[in-house]
């Protein structure tokens, strides 16, 4: 009795002992896993602290947000026709009156500077009402004009005279030398004429040296006078041109071109029958 008495308590003992024992393991268990929570939640917490404070706002894609973009309509077929038709019928805009009118005093000016004030006083006694015309030889011999003067002056001294040339003599010599040669010219003035032999200065005797002083005034140069100079050459290609203009000849092209216009016009003017034809 006293054995089986001795053995319960010892059962009872083992059986308190080890539960016992699994209590405190549980309890040693649970703090652990509950430290180890602990532990990890302050982990999650400081990585998520430094992710917000280093990483930006992710912006939202082109695609989510042209879904927030309200939706164009095109209009409707028959509205689109509408329209077309309407501009169809649309007459187009035309210049504007005074658009017009302010034109029309820039042609009328044109028109003018070619045509008005044809006439002027001769310049010249040898010189007629007309611009960039000279009396006829026949004339001016009727006249008693044998000698025609013009001002010139010395490229070296700088000397300024008055120079005259005989007018038979010269446009004798002159209208021969363009019987000769016209055929050989091709409508082009020679070297002879396009760089001219100037006189001898009578002061300083400068050969090649006296230029002719040409008249800023185109309506009173000398024509005849450097006609029978053989200086025409000297005059430039816009005051050639002048000549052509108010002679009627064509003044488009080179300057042996119209060079060439110039000499035989003037020839012309002064013997309407010789052989100065175009």
């Known amino acids: 009795m006293d054995n089986e008495n001795n053995e319960e308590e010892i059962n009872r003992k083992r059986k308190n002992f080890f539960t016992h024992n699994e209590n405190r393991r549980c309890k040693e268990g649970e703090g652990e896993e509950k430290e180890d929570q602990e532990k990890n939640g302050f982990l999650d917490l400081d990585l998520t602290l430094m992710f917000r404070s280093t990483t930006r706002p992710r912006l939202q894609s082109p695609e989510n947000n042209n879904n927030n973009l309200p939706s164009l309509s095109l209009p409707p077929p028959t509205l689109y026709l509408q329209v077309q038709s309407i501009l169809?019928?649309?007459?187009?805009?035309?210049?504007?009156?005074?658009?017009?009118?302010?034109?029309?005093?820039?042609?009328s000016s044109r028109v003018a500077r070619e045509g008005m004030n044809e006439a002027i006083p001769p310049p010249f006694p040898w010189a007629t009402s007309h611009r960039a015309t000279v009396h006829s030889l026949e004339y001016l011999l009727s006249k008693q004009l044998f000698k025609v003067s013009g001002e010139v002056q010395c490229k070296r001294c700088e000397r300024k005279y008055q120079m005259e040339f005989?007018?038979?003599?010269?446009?004798?010599?002159?209208?021969?030398?363009?019987?000769?040669?016209?055929?050989?010219?091709h409508d082009r003035a020679p070297d002879i004429w396009m760089n001219p032999i100037l006189p001898t200065c009578q002061f300083c005797k400068q050969e090649n040296s006296v230029k002719p002083v040409v008249c800023a005034d185109k309506s009173n140069i000398n024509w005849l006078f450097l006609l029978l100079g053989k200086?025409?050459?000297?005059?430039?290609?816009?005051?050639?041109?002048?000549?052509?203009?108010?002679?009627?000849?064509?003044?488009?092209?080179?300057?042996?071109?119209?060079?060439y216009l110039a000499y035989l016009t003037l020839c012309k003017q002064l013997d309407p029958n010789g052989p100065f034809d175009r």
Do not use: W
């Open 166 to 185: 005989d007018l038979k003599e010269k446009f004798l010599e002159i209208g021969s030398y363009i019987a000769e040669n016209k055929s050989a010219m």
């Open 231 to 259: 200086m025409l050459g000297c005059c430039t290609l816009d005051e050639l041109k002048y000549f052509c203009e108010h002679t009627k000849n064509h003044r488009t092209g080179a300057k042996d071109r119209v060079l």
């Open 88 to 107: 169809a019928s649309t007459p187009p805009i035309e210049a504007s009156p005074q658009v017009q009118s302010a034109r029309r005093p820039r042609k």
